[in-house]
C-alpha cells in the first residue's frame, strides 16, 4: 500500500513540476529550429551519433540562458533517409514556426533545397548536397557550412603534395571511390589539378554495396603501384578498403579518406587502431574530447546529476553535431541582434548565416574551424583539419586548412554559368 | 465504391460492368469530388495557413503515391507478373521529364506524357523475361531492371545531367499560373489522381484488363481462350510502367528535382507493400495501400510523442521514439495481414457486406 502511495506521490511531483517547467517555458520568448535524423534507417550508424551531439550542445546554451534571452526548443524529425517522410518533417517542422532547419542526407537536402528558398528558411546541410550549393547567389536558402567534397578533393591533392615532399610531377595518385554520383563528384576537381600539378589520377570505382574491393585494391598496390590513395567511401567501405590496403601491404599512412571514412567506428569495423595504424582522415569537425565545449557539455550533465552520454564517446560524429548546432546558435544570435531583440524570421537567421565568422567560434574551442560564411560562399572557406590512426587513437596531423580555392572558385563559376545559360 | 445493393441482381454482361452500380454512386462520387476539391479551402478556414500547409504536403505526398500504387497494382495485382522495379521506372520517367523541361524548355503537359511513354517503353523491355520466367524468377529479373537503370542513370551524364545526378526544374505552370505554394500543388496533382484512378477502374472492366485478370488465375486457359499472352504480359508491364514514370515526373514538379536516390531499390518495396497492404487486384485497394503507409508512421511516431512527452522529456525518448515506430508499423502490418490476408479492401468490403442485410441479417 505504501509503496503504491509513495508511487503516485512521485508521479504527482513529477507531472506538477513539467507543469511548472512548462509554464516557464510559455513565459519564456522561443526560437524554434528543426533537425532531421536518421535514427533507424541505412545511415544510423552516423545519426545516432550526430543528433545527441546537436542537442546537447542546445540543451548547453538553454541551460546559460538561451540565446539572448531566448529558448531554443528543437523540433526534430526521423526522416530513415527516405525523402517523403523528410519532405513531411520538413513541413511539421516549419509548421512548429521553425526559423532554421538542420537537414540530414543527401537526397532529402535536393528535394527541399528549392522549397527552402520558396519559405525563405535557412537550411544547413554539412557532408550533405552538392558541391555547386556553396553558391550562396544560386542557392540563397542552402548552406552546406563545411568542406564540400570538392574541397575535400582539393585537399586531399594538397595533403599528398605536402607528404610526398612539395612536388607531386609524375607522382601516381590513386582515388578509390564509391561508385554513386557522390563519390564521382570530386572527380572534375581531381583531373584539373592532375593537370597543373602533373601527377598521373587513376580512379578506381567501388560498385555498391562497397564490401567487395579486393581487386581494386590489389591493382592500386602492385600494378598501379600509388604514390597515395585518395579514399572516398560509405557505410561499410571504409572499414574494408582499410582491411584490404593493409591486406596487400599498401602503407596505410599513404592513405587519407574522406569525411565519411574518417570516424572512431570505422577503424574499430577494420579490426582496431592496430590494423588501421597510419591511416589519415579528413574531418570538418575537430576529433576528441578535450575541447572546451565537450568539457561544457559533461558539466552540464554533471550538474543535472547525470552521466554524460556514452555517444560522447565517439568524438567524431559527436563533435560535427556540436558544431552543427553552434553554427545554427550563431545565426540566431545574429539575427536576433541584428532585429534588436525580436522574433527573428527565416530570413533573418539567413542573413544571420551569411555573418558568421571564425571569431564566433571561438568559445567552442577549437573544433570548429576557422570559417566565415558570406552571402556568395555559404561553405565557409572549405576547412579540413587532418587526423591519423596513431597508437589507438586519432591525432591531429595538420591545422585547418584550405586547398586550391582558386581552382575552386573557377568550377563554381563554371557550373554557374552552365547553369544560367 | 460505397453502395451495394442488398443482393446480386445482375442479368447482363453491361450490368456487371458498369462503372456506376447503383443510380445513387453517382451521388457518391458527386459527394468525393466535391469534398476533395474543397477540403483545401476547408482546412485554410479551420487553421492557420502553416497547419493547412502541413496538412496538404501529407495529402500530396499521398495522392503521388496513390498514382505508383495503382500502376503497380495494375501489374502485380491484376496481371499477377510481380515486379521489383517500379521505382526504377519512376526514375525513367523523372528523368525524361526533367531533360525535357530543362534542356527543351517544355510545359508539363508534354514531359508529363511523354516521361509516362518513356517509362512505358522501357518498362515492355523488362517486362520481356516475363514471357518465360514467372513468380521468383521474374522478381530476379526486374530486379536486375532496377539495378541496370539506375546504373545507366549514374553513370550517363547525358541523362543524369547536373551535379550528383540531379536536374533541378521549375515548378509546373499552366497558362501564366505557376504551381509554387503546397495548396497549388494539391490541385496539380489531384487532377493526375483522378485521372489515373479514372482510367485505372475502367481500364480493369474492359476487355484489355479481364484478359489481364485471366493471365493472372490461370495464363495455360487464358491462352486457350484466344488471349494473346505475350501482347498483354507486355502491354501490363508498359501500363503498369507509364503510371509508374507519371508518378517520378510529379514527384519530380512536386519537389523541384530529379534525383536519383529518391528511386531506389527501398522504394519499390514500399510500394509493394502499399499493394499488399491494400488489397492486390483492387482500385480501392491501392488507394488505402498508398494512404495507410504514408500516414501510418506519422500517426504512430504523433501518439508516441503526445503519450511520450506526458512523462519523459522529448529529447529523451527521441531515440525511442523512431525505434518505437518502425517496430509498430512492422508489426501492425503483420497483424493485418494475419487478420486478413486480402488487404484493407477485403477488409472494408467485409464491414459493407455486414451491412448490406444489417439488421436483417440471416
Known amino acids: 500500500m505504501s509503496i503504491s502511495v509513495s508511487r503516485f506521490l512521485s508521479y504527482a ?54 540565446i539572448e534571452g531566448y529558448k531554443i526548443r528543437v523540433v526534430e524529425i526521423d526522416n530513415e533517409y527516405k525523402v517523403p517522410p523528410g519532405v513531411e518533417g520538413y513541413e511539421r517542422q516549419k509548421k512548429e514556426g521553425a526559423v532554421s532547419v538542420a537537414l540530414y542526407g543527401t537526397p532529402i537536402v535536393a528535394a527541399l533545397t528549392q522549397r527552402l528558398a520558396e519559405d525563405k528558411i535557412p537550411g544547413t546541410s554539412p557532408g550533405f548536397g552538392t558541391a555547386v550549393g556553396a553558391d550562396g547567389k544560386r542557392y540563397p536558402y542552402s548552406f552546406p557550412i563545411a568542406a564540400s567534397y570538392w574541397s575535400q578533393g582539393a585537399m586531399g591533392v594538397k595533403f599528398a603534395k605536402d607528404r610526398l615532399g612539395g612536388s607531386l610531377k609524375g607522382k601516381k595518385i590513386a582515388y578509390l571511390f564509391y561508385d554513386n554520383p557522390a563519390g564521382k ?3 572534375p576537381i581531381l583531373e584539373d589539378l592532375a593537370k597543373s600539378e602533373g601527377f598521373e589520377l587513376k580512379t578506381f570505382a567501388v560498385p555498391a554495396p562497397g564490401v567487395e574491393m579486393g581487386a581494386q585494391v590489389l591493382d592500386i598496390a602492385q600494378r598501379f603501384r600509388a604514390d597515395f590513395v585518395i579514399a572516398h567511401l560509405f557505410g561499410r567501405a571504409p572499414s574494408v578498403s582499410i582491411k584490404e590496403l593493409k591486406r596487400v601491404g599498401y602503407p596505410l599512412s599513404k592513405v587519407i579518406s574522406f569525411v565519411w571514412g574518417s570516424a572512431e567506428a570505422d577503424v574499430e569495423a577494420a579490426g582496431g587502431y592496430g590494423v588501421a595504424e597510419g591511416y589519415y582522415t579528413m574531418q570538418f569537425a575537430g576529433v576528441g574530447s578535450d575541447y572546451a565545449v565537450n568539457k561544457d557539455i559533461i558539466e552540464m550533465y554533471k550538474a543535472q546529476g547525470k552521466q554524460p552520454p556514452k555517444e560522447m564517446a565517439s568524438t567524431v560524429y559527436y563533435n560535427r553535431g556540436v558544431v552543427w548546432a553552434a553554427m545554427h546558435v550563431v545565426a540566431m544570435r545574429n539575427a536576433i541582434k541584428a532585429k534588436g531583440g525580436a522574433q527573428p524570421t527565416g530570413e533573418d537567421v539567413k542573413k544571420g548565416f551569411e555573418s558568421v565568422t571564425a571569431k564566433d567560434l571561438e568559445p567552442l574551442g577549437g573544433v570548429a574551424p576557422p570559417l566565415a560564411l558570406t552571402p556568395e560562399d555559404h561553405e565557409g572557406g572549405g576547412w579540413v583539419q587532418v587526423f591519423q590512426v596513431k597508437g589507438g587513437k586519432l591525432v591531429k596531423a595538420t591545422e585547418w586548412t584550405q586547398a586550391y580555392r582558386d581552382v575552386l572558385k573557377k568550377h563554381l563559376e563554371a557550373d554557374a554559368k552552365k547553369a544560367g545559360g | 465504391m460505397f453502395h ?19 443510380p445513387i454512386a453517382k451521388a457518391t462520387v458527386a459527394v468525393i469530388a466535391a469534398a476533395v476539391v474543397l477540403l483545401p479551402f476547408v482546412l485554410g478556414a479551420l487553421m492557420p495557413a502553416l497547419s493547412a500547409n502541413y496538412y496538404l504536403s501529407i495529402i500530396n505526398l499521398i495522392f503521388i503515391a496513390i498514382v505508383g500504387a495503382l500502376g503497380l497494382n495494375i501489374l502485380v495485382g491484376y496481371t499477377g507478373q510481380i515486379s521489383i522495379g517500379h521505382a526504377a521506372f519512376m526514375s525513367v520517367g523523372a528523368y525524361t521529364a526533367a531533360n525535357l523541361a530543362v534542356r527543351w524548355d517544355l510545359p508539363f503537359w508534354i514531359t508529363l506524357p511523354a516521361g509516362g511513354l518513356m517509362a512505358a517503353l522501357i518498362g515492355a523491355v523488362v517486362g520481356i523475361p516475363s514471357l518465360r520466367i514467372k513468380g521468383l524468377y521474374l522478381a530476379i529479373a526486374t530486379l536486375a531492371g532496377q539495378l541496370i537503370i539506375e546504373w545507366t542513370i549514374n553513370h550517363v551524364p547525358a541523362i543524369s545531367g547536373g551535379a550528383q545526378a540531379s536536374i533541378e526544374v521549375p515548378k509546373p505552370h499552366l497558362f501564366g499560373y505557376e504551381f509554387k505554394t503546397q495548396g497549388q500543388l494539391y490541385f496539380f496533382l489531384l487532377f493526375f489522381v483522378a485521372l489515373a484512378i479514372v482510367a485505372t477502374l475502367n481500364l480493369v472492366r474492359s476487355r484489355i484488363g479481364r484478359a489481364f485478370v485471366a493471365i493472372r488465375d490461370q495464363d495455360i486457359a487464358a491462352e486457350i481462350i484466344g488471349i494473346n499472352i505475350y501482347r498483354y504480359k507486355l502491354l501490363a508491364f508498359a501500363i503498369s510502367s507509364f503510371y509508374a514514370g507519371v508518378t517520378g515526373v510529379l514527384y519530380t514538379y512536386y519537389l523541384g528535382i530529379a534525383n536519383y536516390e529518391q528511386f531506389q531499390i527501398v522504394v519499390s518495396i514500399d510500394y509493394l507493400a502499399m499493394i499488399i497492404i491494400g488489397g492486390l487486384g483492387s482500385v480501392l485497394g491501392s488507394v488505402l495501400g498508398a494512404i495507410f503507409v504514408t500516414l501510418l508512421p506519422i500517426a504512430i511516431t504523433w501518439i508516441v510523442e503526445s503519450l511520450g512527452t506526458l512523462v519523459f522529456e522529448m529529447q529523451q525518448i527521441q531515440h525511442v521514439v523512431s525505434n518505437v515506430r518502425v517496430i509498430t508499423f512492422g508489426l501492425l502490418i503483420i497483424v493485418f495481414l494475419v487478420l486478413e490476408p486480402e488487404g484493407l479492401n477485403r477488409l472494408w468490403r467485409n464491414i459493407r457486406n455486414y451491412f448490406r442485410v444489417w439488421p436483417f441479417s440471416y
Open chain 1, 13 to 66: 511531483l513529477v507531472a506538477a513540476a513539467t507543469g511548472v517547467a512548462s509554464t516557464a517555458a510559455w513565459a519564456q520568448k522561443e526560437i524554434v529550429v528543426g533537425v532531421q535524423c536518421d535514427r533507424v534507417g541505412p545511415t544510423q550508424t552516423v545519426s545516432t551519433i550526430m543528433c545527441p551531439g546537436f542537442h546537447d550542445y542546445m540543451a548547453l546554451v538553454n541551460s546559460r540562458g538561451g
Open chain 1, 185 to 187: 563528384e570530386p572527380l
Open chain 2, 4 to 22: 451495394r445493393e442488398s443482393g446480386i441482381f445482375k442479368t447482363t454482361y453491361a450490368a456487371d460492368m458498369a462503372l456506376y452500380p447503383l
